[in-house]
């Protein structure tokens, strides 16, 4: 099948490849770019550890050809983190709270939750559990996630109250 030329930013980088069509974006981000923080958990849509954000929503990757991401701005949990490699609050305080197990979900969970707070930065608990209700964790029970990303909330909040 001839392959296609793309063109998108990633984590702030230019990006230009030949895709064949038939290639899902997670493909394209972990086997084309070694972007492997964006997890495969399922082949049905629904775990949500391959969430990426792009052009301001948060996307499973799976879902959607890397083709259909021409033109695109990603971010993946590779980007989350600051220039200089400090954590962004939110995974510090997935850290701090125990928001993770095994990990397998932390990408995705992360991810979400970054565009949750962009989105929303003052979200209530039931708005939070709606917010990562397309990402599964099989480990944690949820609860301590839920308080990570209103701990998050709230140091982002403050930071930003600071700034200003
Ligand atoms: Fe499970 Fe994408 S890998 S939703
Ligand atoms: Fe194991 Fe969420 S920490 S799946």
């Known amino acids: 099948m001839s392959k296609q030329h793309v063109k998108m930013t990633v984590n702030g980088k230019p990006v230009e490849a030949l895709v064949e069509p038939r290639t899902l974006l997670i493909h394209f981000l972990r086997e084309d770019l070694s972007l492997t923080g964006p997890h495969i958990g399922c082949d049905t849509t629904h775990c949500g550890a391959c969430t990426v954000d792009l052009d301001g929503k948060s996307v499973k990757s799976c879902t959607m050809f890397a083709v259909q991401a021409d033109g695109a701005e990603i971010t993946t949990i590779e980007g989350i983190a600051h220039p200089d490699g400090t954590l962004h609050a939110i995974q510090e305080a997935f850290r701090q709270y125990h928001g ?9 969970m992360i991810t979400r939750a970054y565009r949750l707070l962009q989105d929303n930065p003052n979200p209530t608990e039931a708005e ?14 949820y609860q301590n996630i839920v308080r990570a990303i209103q701990a998050a909330a709230q140091e982002l909040s403050a930071a930003k109250e600071a700034a200003e």
Do not use: E, W
């Open 100 to 108: 993770l197990q095994c990990g397998f979900c932390t990408p995705g």
């Open 128 to 141: 939070i559990r709606h917010g990562i209700s397309g990402n599964l964790c099989r480990c944690t029970g």
